[in-house]
């Protein structure tokens, strides 16, 4: 047998990530490749961490994208806060905040879990109450926009409780980053990671991260070595930080960082605001689309995501033989349920580039089609219609 090329089909990507790439991210990918010391090269990465500041709306100097997908941005988070012994207050009402609990253990720290509802908001009074009960711990860590479920949390409130508690925050804004406010230094947040394939629209593969002068005093403060030589952010800040003396710690993933670049430049060039209503907007014409059809999201809708919605599965109807038709037949991807939800919701994901009115469109005719083969009601023409009358109203509607 011979091998030849990949050529992947050309999917439409609403699922809860990778969103769509932009083709300009795209043509950004394919430039000549340099070397990561070059000065073209090191010029360039200024002008990304620069980008990756305005977009976490944060000063903190060391601001940077870790060469390795958003989980590897967990990591270095969680092994560079949490020194073995640490209490660590987590919340967990989601996939990513159970992989946070597992975080905690790994890095030798004592998890103090604060059980949420999945498809709920992180419930502030349970975390005042968690951390007035465990005075020892120095950490709170928490999802921002949970991706498993498609509900947004008060990171602003939380924040704002944990500093009364003495404590650093964590926060995962993997699919809030570029979708939805995040608002760095505003809301206190101290260890913040994101991911470069959900709402900035980019490949996956690079975790954009920021640290607080506060999270570096406590890296700084630990008496024990970081158990990662690779995520080990006294290496890492050598190498990207240091202005004059930039040091070898590993190659950077050199095409993937021109993508990133252009996928911010771009974000800019929206304006970062505009992009927050934007995904808002092409939220609320997928609603009117799905309510039409008789679908019903999960999420309450005061903590409810833009850029991920859960929709429940009508009784009667099989999700997995949904989604493939809708692969096989209009080249569109969403996601299924993780976890508790498996087998009872679809995750649409408005995300980024992908959060468009073609996409919707498409989407909505797409279900409202195949759910009527499947026999349940499926009104395409008045989905259609509503989605049309929320994208007609344009951005600044109420
Ligand atoms: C996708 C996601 C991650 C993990 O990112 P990867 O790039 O897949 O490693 C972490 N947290 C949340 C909330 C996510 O949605």
């Not at 968690?130 to 950490?139: D, S």
């Amino acid at each position: 047998m011979t091998i030849h090329s990949f050529n992947p089909p050309p999917r439409t990507l609403m699922g809860p990530g990778p969103a769509d790439v932009h083709p300009r991210v795209l043509a950004a990918l394919a430039r000549p490749t340099i070397g990561h010391l070059d000065p073209a090269f090191v010029a360039m990465m200024d002008e990304l961490k620069t980008l990756l500041r305005a977009t976490f709306r944060t000063q903190n100097a060391l601001t940077m994208p870790v060469s390795a997908p958003g989980s590897a941005g967990m990591e270095m988070c969680f092994l560079n806060l949490v020194e073995p012994g640490d209490e660590v207050v987590v919340c967990v009402n989601g996939v990513f905040g159970g992989r946070m609990r597992e975080n905690v253990e790994r890095a030798g720290g004592k998890p103090i879990v604060v059980q949420g509802t999945w498809g709920r908001a992180v419930d502030p009074d349970q975390v005042e109450s968690a951390l007035g009960q465990h005075p020892r711990a120095r950490i709170l860590a928490f999802v921002h926009a949970e991706t498993s479920t498609g509900a947004s949390s008060d990171a602003k409130a939380l924040a704002a409780i944990a500093r009364r508690h003495d404590c650093l925050t964590i926060v995962d804004t993997v699919t809030s980053l570029g979708g939805s406010p995040v608002e760095v230094d505003a809301w206190g947040l101290d260890a913040v990671y994101s991911g470069s394939q959900k709402c900035l629209s980019c490949t996956p593969g690079l975790a954009p991260v920021t640290f607080s002068e506060r999270a570096l005093e406590k890296v700084r403060a630990r008496t024990t070595k970081v158990r990662s030589w690779f995520l080990d952010l006294n290496l890492v800040m050598g190498y990207w930080s240091g202005e004059q003396k930039r040091t070898y710690h590993h190659t950077a993933p050199v095409n993937a960082l021109y993508a990133l670049h252009e996928s911010l430049v771009m974000l800019a060039e929206e304006g970062l605001e505009q992009t927050w209503k934007r995904h808002r907007h092409h939220h609320l014409a997928l609603r009117a689309g799905l309510e039409a059809l008789g679908l019903e999201l999960i999420v309450p809708e005061a903590e409810r995501l833009a850029q991920l919605n859960s929709v429940s599965v009508p009784t009667g109807i099989d999700e997995a033989v949904l989604r493939a038709r809708l692969l096989q037949r209009y080249n569109l991807e969403i996601g299924a349920g993780l976890g508790d939800l498996a087998g009872k919701i679809w995750r649409i994901g408005l995300m980024g580039y992908s959060s468009r009115p073609a996409n919707i469109l498409l989407c909505l005719g797409a279900f409202a089609t195949e759910l009527e083969a499947m026999g349940h009601h499926g009104d395409a023409g008045a989905a259609l219609a509503a989605a049309r009358a929320v994208l007609d109203q344009g951005f600044d509607a109420p």
